[in-house]
């Protein structure tokens, strides 16, 4: 949930606002009870704005507690200028919201604030309603929540592991316009530290893990791609990722993997994917947005889906599209979490599912592929994407179904069967998707989150790209 300031603006006549003070206050004290019954942490004003010592003092006071979205409340008739002072002293996002009572006419005030607002160029939204409307609360809910995740990206940190993997222009973005957009630092790190320091891992601790790990998932030693040794390299590489994580204060991070590691040391899928996991063989920790082949626009993605849902995030490549079926098969090496198995807060229910299968011949240095199929359910896609260097949000809905056991193995076995899957049904003609689409690899989370995505891309002042079938 988020921080929401909430701030009343008044008329600024003093004999008026004498006699609507309590009208005021009542109508906000029913928005703060309604916001706080939905989980949101609310900042009040310390007193209505009735002059302009007050629209510059209680925005200040509201501003000083880091609140993610400013809510301008208006009950009644309101000067426009205090509107004015008040978000020349409120940095963040702004949200004007009126009462729709036939007797105090705050939409005028409302509107007669916008209009000035939108005179200087003043970014902010607007919405309207009775406090009591449960959509009017939803509403203002998706509009905090993104501004928290939008939030949350300032001042964060990326650990890019390793450069470009094999090519892929659109694995690397402008780290300039990283700081100018997003407010994120891009840290370099060479992937010869995850050689290094898994050297100098704990070998009790990757044995334990090992050991977890053929306890509760379903491990096919074959004695040369994937064996005991390799499986331990691969925890180790885990055990340095999380020592880097912590020493560099990296907020989000990609491993470049191709060709170098998956030729010469070991895949980077167990890893990968236990850091977007909420767990581990110690039990149960905060994810880690980490991005296969160092993709940096894929997992700033990740990271605000991740700030948005709460839940672990899908990264998948657009493997296949079965035409007779109209699904797609969103399939990338190990990077899914093993919590899409079965979207479980238990590991051991979705490890169930899981089975550690020998590398195929894409990475001869061999290892383990986190192969799962995920598991049912409503799903929000989206991919922060450059158009001419601009980005845009590319953005649908979807659904992840499952079949009959012999129907889901051969439809995996068309591609590659020991590489994780997902079938999804997407909200897009194909021929639209394939010709629009601007990546390779696409990202999930359940539910639909399409409102908060495209009040990121607001947020962000990017274009908003969302793919219907309508």
Not at 70 to 80: D, I, K, N, R, S
Request: with cysteine; proline share 4%.
């Amino acid at each position: 949930m988020a921080r929401i300031g909430v701030i009343s603006v008044s008329d600024g006549r003093d004999y008026v606002h004498a006699g609507i003070a309590d009208f005021i206050t009542t109508a906000q004290d029913r928005l703060v009870a309604r916001l706080r019954d939905q989980g949101h942490e609310v900042v009040v004003g310390t007193d209505v704005i009735s002059d302009n010592v007050l629209a510059t003092s209680v925005a200040r006071q509201v501003a000083a507690q880091n609140v993610n979205l400013t809510v301008l409340h208006y009950a009644v008739w309101a000067f426009p200028h205090f509107t004015m002072l008040a978000a020349s002293a409120t940095p963040g996002p702004l949200l004007l919201l009126s009462n729709i009572d036939p007797v105090q006419p705050g939409m005028v005030g409302m509107l007669a604030a916008g209009g000035a607002l939108d005179q200087i160029g003043r970014r902010h939204a607007r919405l309207w309603g009775d406090p009591g409307d449960p959509a009017l609360i939803d509403a203002i809910g998706v509009r905090a929540t993104a501004a928290a995740a939008v939030a949350a990206l300032r001042g964060s940190t990326f650990g890019r592991i390793g450069g470009r993997p094999m090519g892929m222009n659109t694995a690397v973005a402008n780290t300039d316009q990283w700081q100018r957009l997003f407010g994120v630092d891009v840290e370099e790190i060479d992937q010869w530290e995850i050689v290094r320091r898994s050297e100098l891992a704990d070998a009790a601790e990757a044995a334990r893990a090992r050991q977890w790990l053929e306890q509760h998932a379903n491990v096919h030693y074959d004695g040369k791609k994937l064996t005991p040794e390799l499986l331990e390299r691969q925890i180790r590489s885990y055990l340095a990722m999380r020592e880097l994580i912590d020493e560099w204060h990296l907020d989000f991070s990609g491993i470049k993997g191709q060709p170098e590691l998956t030729a010469n040391f070991a895949t980077m899928d167990v890893t990968e994917a236990f850091l977007n996991d909420p767990y581990d063989w110690n039990g149960p920790k905060q994810t880690h947005v980490c991005a296969t082949e160092a993709d940096m626009d894929g997992a700033l993605t990740m990271q605000l889906l991740k700030h948005l849902s709460g839940t672990p995030v899908l990264f998948a490549d657009v493997r296949h599209y079965h035409a007779d079926r109209d699904i797609w098969d969103l399939c990338n090496s190990g990077q899914h979490a093993t919590w899409y198995a079965a979207r479980s807060d238990d590991p051991a229910e979705n490890l169930a599912k899981v089975h550690l299968y020998p590398e195929v011949f894409f990475f001869p240095a061999g290892g383990a592929s986190v192969h799962h199929l995920a598991a049912p359910g409503q799903m929000t896609l989206a991919r922060l994407t450059r158009d001419d260097g601009q980005y845009r949000m590319q953005l649908m809905l979807g659904e992840f179904e499952t079949y009959d056991e012999e129907t889901n193995e051969a439809l995996m076995r068309q591609s590659t069967r020991e590489w994780p899957h997902a079938f999804a049904r997407l909200d897009a003609r194909a021929d639209t998707f394939l010709s629009r689409f601007g990546a390779n690899h696409i990202h999930a989370v359940p539910g639909d989150r399409r409102a908060e995505m495209r009040a990121v891309a607001e947020l962000l002042g990017i274009t908003l790209d969302e793919f219907t079938r309508g």
